[in-house]
């Protein structure tokens, strides 16, 4: 199970090192790429919430079976890719393998270890884990896509999935038979839909004599009406993926929009060091990962120091240390660009971006979990992991997506991309305040 978890966890930053040169590859700009990472997030945190309801339903190991060989299947396809299009929709289905396996892995960890010592030492193993997959998965993007090119970035998954699968069928507890219990499909769909079309109307609003004129504008209607219907199939259904009651809960339902939009800005982030690193100051992908390992090193550290801070500060005063790191980092990225600097003045960024994330995320989950009882803990945990990825891809798109697009970046696309990451930031430190101070956590 940590394995598979490692290997989700590294696919969600390592193919931003290795962008650049899926681009140069498939004649992709930069503003286009943004689809290789949000089409897995996207696909990801939409229907996150369903595979974890399929697992309580259909049995966790069949479910866990089933989306673990979609998400290697996908890697395979990735890897394999004889098109842009076709890659881009190999990452959907990468993040719909994601989604399926992800909750029911969490769930054979929580139920193989008896609550106590045994399940919080397989818990903290499974958390350090996930974060070393993202730390590392900067660095092995570089190193991976300069030594055999960037097709192993998903090629490289795919025995280790072979391997989750045989472990599966041997040491994971048969299911018992499935039950006959309804499931919210529709509005898993409609949850995936709403950011997927508001994805496509940015991305090809920005597309300079673009074929399709109307598509833009079609395309952001339908996510409205996605996003207007998710709430009306909410309400109307009987097994909905949210019960309304879960809205009652004030700072539960901040600490989950702060986390959206500080995960925007922190993806945006991320994509903008590469662009930069590659793109305009021609780095390798090998010196651009090792140039972002400082990044990856400052995580760990904020990832051991903020548990104990919120003992002292509580979760609202860590968000908004993290919220105000965060911005501080887009602003040095700004002015770095704009001045042109080198590889050195981007690391204060790095480092500002790095603790931005350990202090707010963190500080977010603590608030977005509180009081919850063993009713509401698994929704409230689902929550705010789908408020997590589908903020960051839908950041992306916007930030970035306006940013790069033709004559909306006005002279540098790092500048207005940073600064309506700023201004996203702003409304997530307003939000933040409004959760409340909370209590310590002890």
Not at 397 to 410: D, E
Request: glycine content about 14%.
């Amino acid at each position: 199970m940590a394995m598979l978890q490692f290997l989700i966890a590294v696919d969600v930053t390592v193919v931003n090192v290795a962008l650049p040169s899926i681009g140069a590859d498939f004649a992709a700009d930069d503003r286009r790429l943004t689809w290789v990472v949000v089409g897995y997030t996207i696909t990801g945190g939409g229907l996150l919430m369903l595979g974890g309801r399929l697992g309580d339903v259909l049995g966790r190991r069949r479910v866990l079976l089933s989306g673990t060989a979609l998400f290697g299947l996908a890697s395979l396809l990735a890897g394999l890719a004889p098109s842009f299009g076709w890659l881009v929709a190999a990452r959907l289905l990468q993040g719909a393998g994601e989604a399926v396996a992800l909750p029911a892995a969490m769930a054979v960890v929580v139920l193989m270890f008896p609550e106590g010592p045994r399940r919080s030492r397989a818990l903290s193993v499974w958390g350090a884990v996930a974060s070393c997959g993202l730390v590392l998965g900067f660095v092995l993007s570089g190193v991976i896509t300069e030594l055999f090119g960037w097709r192993w970035i998903f090629l490289v998954s795919v025995p280790f999935i072979v391997v989750v699968l045989a472990g599966a069928l041997l040491l994971v507890p048969a299911d018992p038979p499935a039950r006959r219990t309804p499931t919210d499909l529709p509005g898993s769909l409609l949850l995936t839909a709403a950011p997927l079309l508001f994805a496509v109307g940015v991305v090809e609003a920005g597309e300079e004599g673009g074929a399709l004129p109307w598509l833009p504008p079609l395309a952001l209607a339908g996510a409205a009406l996605a996003a207007v219907a998710f709430a009306a199939v909410e309400r109307r259904s009987a097994n909905p993926l949210v019960p309304p009651g879960f809205f009652r809960n004030g700072p539960r339902v901040m600490a989950n929009l702060a986390t959206a939009l500080l995960s925007a800005a922190l993806s945006t982030s991320f994509l903008l060091f590469t662009y930069y690193l590659q793109d305009h100051l021609g780095l390798s992908p090998l010196d651009a990962g090792l140039t972002m390992l400082p990044l990856a090193l400052t995580l760990i550290g904020a990832s051991v120091l903020v548990p104990r801070l919120l003992g002292r500060w509580g979760a609202r005063m860590c968000a908004l240390t993290g919220i105000g790191f965060t911005a501080l980092a887009l602003v040095v990225l700004a002015w770095v660009t704009h001045a042109g600097g080198g590889r050195a003045a981007t690391v204060p960024a790095m480092l500002l971006v790095a603790a931005g994330l350990g202090f707010g995320i963190i500080g977010l989950q603590y608030a977005a979990v509180s009081g919850v009882t063993e009713d509401d803990a698994g929704i409230a945990s689902g929550v705010q992991r789908a408020a997590d990825q589908l903020g960051g891809a839908t950041g992306v798109t916007l930030y970035v997506g306006v940013g790069f697009a033709p004559g909306l970046g006005a002279e540098n696309p790092f500048v207005t991309s940073s600064a309506l990451a700023v201004g996203g930031l702003a409304a997530a430190g307003a939000v933040a305040w409004r959760m409340g101070a909370g209590r310590a956590v002890r």
